[in-house]
């Protein structure tokens, strides 16, 4: 039988962006220059949680190549919610790093001292910093048209929870925490944005730019075909570069001075603009007593920082990635994402996948050590076929797990390495695609007033 030639597999493949990447002729946000472009700096709060009793610019204004300062009171008659979030900090700081007010000047040196002159009166209040504050009776609001700090809860069922226990001959409870972590691309989030009568022109590294541009045009009041998204090459992102960051600040900042602006942030910025969630775990599972799953109660809460960001959506996608890729008969899973005043979370690889399916991973090993089978095959004998319903409404893998698992103890010789004393090796599965939407579309639009808007460019 003739042996199967691969165009791609098994061979090198040239990246298409290689030869610019590596020779240095790629060019990233940060290397851009616009005619007539100012340096931005942004002022953040030294405080979790805090009043703005006062801003006080009149000095850095006054500073020789200062060209605007952005505070509150510059977007008042726009409605400047985005994804929870406020473009600049109004009456109130949420996190410590929170945007206060932001200065464009003729370069950076003179932004920064611009920075230091600018007087902020706070009322310091009580913070909620992490999950056990956040959710502790009596607690600060951190929101407070809100009753408590949750802003997202997803809640998934299946079968009778009680009566699976009731099966069960044995029942696992275990706690487990996962602490939040910072993507660390190689290029901090940067943003340029020029805004003119024509409209608005935006460079970014953005990972979902037409939802940037959808935001843009709804804070400002423009139709999106007069905002123009720019993406250039991207350092990296992982999920930190998805949703809307600080774009409508720079826009904002830009309308003010009327000239072109560019921020860039610094690591140490970029790591409080997102990150990703931390996490608190529940996880009661019953077996029986040859290790066959029968019931999954989990309780799970996220911390999502002072905005919401996509928190509530993470909590749906844990909500569902705590059950792994097994078949459980009966389900009941509950997520929350909670306000803290700390940073705000965002995407992070797989979103609500790592933070459960280390405790779920984590509780399968614990089963198999007090039940003494081989987690290899505690795994195998409970996961999912193809087609099974993995909770209502969704199947499960499109893929014979089992098969696949197989391959991987025999070429991994897990069976002789596992029982090596002192052997370092592990397993782990993970269903993290499960709650996702596999559905690609391609759509191309022609629409004349973007025509007519940037022409060829």
């Known amino acids: 039988m003739a042996r199967q030639e691969f165009k791609f597999v098994g061979r090198n493949v040239h990246r ?11 060019k990233f946000t940060g290397d851009i220059r616009i005619p007539g472009m100012l340096y931005g ?33 510059d977007i008042g008659e726009l409605d400047p919610y985005y994804n929870g979030r406020p473009v600049i900090a109004i009456k109130k700081v949420r996190y410590v790093g929170e945007p206060v007010a932001a200065v464009a ?95 608005i022109a935006v460079w970014s590294s953005a990972q979902h730019p037409f939802q940037v541009r959808g935001d843009i045009a709804k804070l400002f009041g423009l139709h999106p075909t007069k905002v123009r998204m720019v993406i250039p090459f991207l350092g990296g992102g992982f999920g930190s ?15 003010k001075a009327r000239r072109p602006v560019r921020i860039c942030n610094s690591v140490t910025e970029s790591m409080l603009t997102v990150r990703r969630h931390g996490a608190r775990v529940r996880l009661k599972t019953g077996v029986k007593g040859d290790g066959t799953l029968m ?22 996608r844990a909500a569902t990635r705590v059950l792994g890729p097994y078949k459980i008969p009966h389900i009941k899973t509950d997520a929350y994402a909670v306000y803290t005043n700390s940073g705000s979370a965002g995407s992070f690889r797989a979103i609500g996948a790592p933070q459960t399916i280390f405790a779920c991973e984590s509780q399968m090993d614990i089963i198999a050590a007090r039940l003494g089978i ?23 893998m499109d893929a014979n797990l089992a098969s696949s698992m197989k391959k991987l103890v025999s070429a991994s010789q897990w069976k002789r390495r596992s029982k090596k004393k002192g052997a370092a090796i592990g397993l782990g599965c993970g269903a993290t695609n499960a709650g996702a939407t596999p ?19």
């Open 241 to 255: 570069k998805s949703y809307t960051k600080f774009e409508p600040l720079v826009v904002a900042l830009a309308r």
């Open 105 to 199: 000047a003729e370069d950076q040196e003179t932004a920064e001292e611009a920075l230091s002159l600018i007087n902020v009166q706070y009322d310091e209040l009580p913070a909620a910093v992490g999950l056990d504050a956040a959710l502790a009776k009596g607690t600060p609001l951190i929101h407070e048209n809100l009753k408590d700090n949750i802003c997202g809860h997803e809640h998934v069922e299946k079968g009778d929870i009680e009566q699976g226990f009731a099966e069960s001959d044995e029942i696992f409870e275990d706690h487990f925490t996962f602490p939040m972590v910072y993507h660390y691309a190689m290029e901090p989030h940067s943003v340029i944005a020029d805004f003119d009568d024509e409209g």
């Open 41 to 73: 700096r942004i002022l953040r709060s030294s405080y979790p949680h805090a009043r703005i009793l006062n801003i006080d610019s009149s000095r850095a204004e006054a500073l020789p190549g200062v060209a605007a300062v952005l505070t509150a009171a």
């Open 439 to 457: 559905i690609s579309v391609a759509m191309v639009r022609l629409q004349p007033e973007a025509a007519r808007r940037w022409g060829k460019g």
């Open 16 to 26: 298409v962006d290689g030869i610019e990447k590596v020779t240095g002729k790629a």
């Open 295 to 316: 019931a999954r109660e989990a309780e799970i809460y996220l911390d999502t920082g002072g905005y919401a960001d996509n928190g509530p959506a993470v909590a749906i």
């Open 374 to 396: 081989d987690p290899a095959e505690l795994r195998l004998k409970n996961f999912l076929k193809k087609g099974e319903e993995l909770r209502p409404k969704l199947r499960g």
